[in-house]
């Protein structure tokens, strides 16, 4: 007589979970193992502590050189707050663009895009995936960095500052970072995803996101008039409207409002990852 041993129910929920009725990898097993491939990088941890201590840093720093001056009226605040906050997102928004960019360029380095691919052959779900991670991640990285840096510039302001912390005008310009470092990781994504080299994808975004601010301002001294209305669509200066148009004075607020800051940044988003994903289904893995 021999006794048949029965795998327990429980031991098979987490394969069914994983996997659909034909056997393939879900979408729920592809969102998983893309959050254990990102958060297993060593560079992408260093790139969240990095962000996370320029942001605070540089919030400090400047809240610590206003505090007590003439320039840290009730009325100076809610702007002067939302300047600590951001002070470093210059060099921040490069962090979380190395980030964006290695969560796919990192397995064509390693060759894991093979094994990638092979267990999710139809692709797109791959690189919807990886763009879901990406801005889960950016979005907790810059909430975490953008907000903690307001909470810390306050606490050193001192009066008054807490009140203005939480006025509108000033979460909505904070929540405007966040998404401005979110967005512009999910274009070094889709960088990385159409480069497929990390070298070549970085200096793309650092030349979108930085250099390309600098080229504008030294094109202005020409005079030309397409200049100024071409450089305030660049992602940095959409950026930095996102992050000021709420307490800036009206009178002072450039063309480009809140939204269509958003907009367009959004827009830069989905240039990089729409040819991505199609150059993804299209051609060799390698």
Do not use: C, N
């Not at 470093?88 to 093979?114: C, P």
Request: proline share 3%; hydrophobic share 55%; glycine share 10%.
């Amino acid at each position: 007589m021999t006794t048949a041993l029965i795998e327990p129910a429980t031991a098979r929920e987490p394969v069914a979970r994983e996997h659909d009725v034909s056997g393939r990898l879900s979408f729920d097993g592809v969102l998983r193992g893309e959050w254990i491939k990102l958060l297993s990088l060593r560079s992408i941890r260093w790139s969240i502590i990095i962000t996370i201590v320029l942001s605070w840093g540089g919030a400090a720093l400047m809240a610590s050189a206003m505090a007590g001056t003439e320039f840290a009226t009730l009325e100076a605040m809610p702007e002067l707050l939302v300047q600590s906050a951001t002070l470093s997102s210059m060099f921040t928004v490069l962090v979380m663009g190395i980030l964006g960019v290695l969560a796919v360029t990192s397995e064509y380095a390693s060759g894991l895009i093979l094994s990638s691919l092979a267990a999710v052959p139809s692709r797109t779900p791959l690189l919807g995936a990886k763009a879901l991670v990406v801005a889960a991640l950016g979005l907790a990285v810059g909430g975490l960095s953008t907000f903690g840096g307001g909470l810390i510039s306050a606490t050193i302001l001192g009066s008054g500052a807490f009140e203005a912390l939480v006025e509108p005008t000033v979460l909505i310009s904070l929540l405007g970072a966040t998404l401005f470092l979110t967005l512009s990781a999910l274009l070094s994504l889709g960088l990385g995803a159409l480069l497929r080299s990390s070298a070549g994808a970085i200096a793309v975004m650092v030349t979108l996101l930085f250099i390309s601010t600098i080229v504008f301002q030294i094109l202005t001294m020409t005079g030309w008039e397409w200049v100024p209305t071409f450089a305030q669509w660049m992602p940095a200066d959409l950026g930095h409207a996102l992050s000021t148009w709420a307490v800036t004075d009206p009178e002072y607020r450039g063309d480009v409002s809140y939204w269509a800051a958003l907009g367009g940044l959004a827009a830069w988003a989905v240039a990089a990852l729409v040819p991505a994903g199609i150059l993804l289904k299209t051609r060799d893995a390698a």
